[in-house]
Each structure stands twice: as C-alpha cells, then as structure tokens.
C-alpha cells in the first residue's frame, strides 16, 4: 500500500518547521523507538525461508560525487537521517538509505519510521538528510512526496514487515537565514522561505535562501536490493549507535547519538512469539545498540560504498544485543517494486512562500503537516 507525505503545496510548511530558528527541531529530535518490544528466539527449524528464487536489483553509482580516483572511507554516502513528527507530536528521527531506483529517488527504512505504529498513519513532516551530522547537510534535504509499505505492517503492524520505501522530491540546500528588515522585504523576498518570529510587541522577519541540489540517487548512489538469500549470511550494519539509556539530553537528543560507522555480522533465523512475528532475522556483531532503520549490506564494497540492502534493524534485543530485520522475500521485493517507479518532481515554490500564509509555512509549533490527514 500507499500514502501520500507532503504535496508541493505543504513543502514550505515542512521545510519552514525543520529550518526555522536555526534548526531548532532538528537540534531537538531524538532517535525515535516505539513503545513495542521485541524479543527475537533463534529457531533451527521454521523462521524465515526464501518464497521464490533469489533475486537482486544492482545498486547505482553517484553521478555527482568526487573524482573516480577518490577513494570511498567511511560508512555509505546513502546513509542518512530520516526527520518526522511522531504521533506524540514531538520530532524524531530514524536512520535510512537511499535505494537504486527508476527516477533515483527512493529511500528505504524501517516500517515504524515512516507510519505510525498505532494507528498505521504516516508520520507528519518526514525528509530525509544524507550525511546529515551536528547540522550539517552535505547533499541536502529531500521531502517524502509518496510511502510504500506492506499491507499487513500499516493494517496489523506485522513485525514480519516492518519495512517502509519513500519517494522523495529532488534536494534543497539551505544556504544561511537572512534577516528582513521589514514586512515589505518579507513580502518581496525569493529563493526560499520566509517566517516570522514574533516577541513580544515585536516582530522579526526572517528569509532561509534555498538552492537545489539534484536527485538523491545522483548525489550519493543507491544501494541495490537482495531477497530471498538464505539465512546465515555475512552482512555489514551502518547506522548510527543509539545514545546510552538516559544520556538523552533535556529539549533533544540528536547530538547525543554515536557518529555513523559499519559493523560486521552473520545473520540466523528468528521468531517473537509473543508479537506473532515469524519471519525474522537476527545479527550478532560488534555494533552497539542501533538507532532502527540501520541497514544490513551484504556484497558490501568498501571502494564504493555499495552493496545490497538485505535487511533493516528494526530492534535491538535488550536480552543480547541482537539487531532484529524482518526477512527480506519477493513480497518485499513486491512492494520495492511499486516504489522504485514513483516519481516525485523537483519542487517549485514560485513566489518564496511565506509563514502563516495560507496553505504554506507554519508559525512556531503549529501549521501544515506532512500528510493528506
């Protein structure tokens, strides 16, 4: 299934939420876990198994990126934050990847990351932020346009399929704010968005300058896609260590998360029968808890910083540390498939779009949301 994350009309409003004040939400997001434990049991028989034949989509290479002489260190350049409001209408954030795709525009995630997993809505005010470190944006911000998700996670929460793909629009870079002077300025303002602050008796107008930065696929690649492997594989997990119980910080917790980094694993069959979920896989490696959404890589090449995205954390189990995936099959593969083909426009604001204009930005704490709701 399907559900729209925010229309061109509602890009102002989502961007005006993240960058305002300097990136305060942002500065405040904390890694977001849902209040649903998982408790993965090895099992030698049963568990997960492959549906069909194996299968696999090549991942794609950057087109806009260093010289090919440059050398690849570090963690993947596809991996990123994903930023949304949860349903207790504070941000948060997940880790995520781009993913080869048709139009070089596709994301991948956890499934919680990108619905509720209460009610089955999506998130409000999702985007995604390649590289994104202390307020960095190396490639640029990319709005959700359109989720994919299997049916059984957005109507039951199936653990088995707690897996979610977003198409997002093309990147805007915020180039610094800009203070206007005056209302006349903010009404005349272009090539970003514009808010105001008000304290007091007075108000403040403020202009973020915006740029376009391309594609997400031609900014930084996209991993490919493998199903149907058989359990017990070598894999790589990149992702961001997620912060020691309690060392979250009062107002935010976004700093407070380990720098991204890649781990080793071997994945084994798994199953919590508690939550009806059979269709697990479990890793064991030398990663510290991770914030969900990491990615599980196997055919991973350090030269390029690809492989092929086979598994997605989704939990990490108190008990042993074990990252926790559901098990990628041709129905994953199924709703891959459905997203690869999405495709989402650049965004043209025409006139800079104003805060508290109708149908545009938001005022502090309040406005549009990301979502058809």
């Known amino acids: 299934m399907s559900a729209p994350l925010t229309s061109e009309a509602q890009a102002?409003?989502?961007l005006t939420y993240w960058l305002r004040d300097g990136g305060r939400a942002l500065e405040a997001a904390t890694p977001y876990r849902p209040d649903i434990a998982i408790t993965p049991r090895r099992v030698l028989l049963g568990g997960p198994h492959p549906d069909?034949?194996?299968?696999?989509?090549?991942?794609?290479?950057?087109?806009?990126?260093a010289p090919a002489s440059a050398k690849h260190v570090g963690p993947p350049r596809t991996l990123g934050k994903a930023f949304f409001v949860g349903a207790d209408g504070r941000p948060h954030w997940c880790s995520a990847?781009?993913?080869q795709s048709t139009h070089r525009n596709l994301v991948a995630t956890a499934g919680h990351c990108v619905f509720d997993p209460a009610?089955?809505?999506?998130?409000?005010r999702w985007i995604f932020i390649p590289g994104h470190q202390r307020g960095r944006f190396p490639y640029g911000i990319f709005l959700?346009?359109?989720a994919f998700t299997h049916r059984d996670f957005a109507k039951y929460r199936d653990a088995d399929r707690d897996y979610a793909f977003v198409a997002v629009y093309d990147g805007l870079a915020p180039r610094g704010e800009?203070?206007?002077?005056?209302?006349?300025?903010y009404a005349a303002f272009t090539g970003g968005i514009a808010y105001r602050v008000k304290t007091g008796g007075t108000t403040r107008y403020v202009g973020v300058t915006l740029t376009r930065t391309g594609r997400l696929g031609d900014l930084v690649g996209g991993q490919g896609i493998a199903y149907n492997l058989l359990p017990g594989r070598s894999v790589r997990l990149a992702g961001h260590p997620a912060p020691a119980p309690g060392k979250t910080r009062a107002g935010g917790g976004d700093q407070t998360a380990g720098a991204p980094a890649l781990w080793s694993g071997r994945t084994f069959k798994a199953e919590d029968a508690a939550i009806k979920a059979e269709l697990l896989l479990g890793v064991r490696s030398t990663a510290p808890s991770l914030v969900d959404g990491a990615l599980w890589l196997t055919g991973y090449r350090k030269s390029t910083g690809l492989g092929y995205l086979n598994g997605i954390t989704i939990a990490t189990a108190a008990r042993d540390g074990a990252s926790v995936s559901p098990y990628f099959d041709g129905e994953l593969f199924t709703v891959y498939t459905a997203a690869r083909a999405a495709r989402a426009e650049p965004i043209s604001f025409?006139?800079?779009?104003?805060?508290?204009e109708r149908g545009t930005g938001t005022a502090a704490g309040r406005g549009g949301g990301s979502g058809s709701r």
Request: net charge positive; glycine share 16%.
């Open 52 to 65: 069909g034949r194996p299968g696999s989509v090549s991942p794609g290479t950057a087109q806009r990126v």
């Open 178 to 185: 800009v203070d206007l002077a005056n209302r006349a300025r």
């Open 144 to 146: 959700g346009k359109q």
């Open 97 to 99: 990847t781009a993913v």
């Open 119 to 124: 009610s089955g809505k999506p998130h409000r």
């Open 350 to 356: 025409g006139r800079t779009a104003k805060a508290g």
């Open 12 to 14: 102002a409003s989502v």
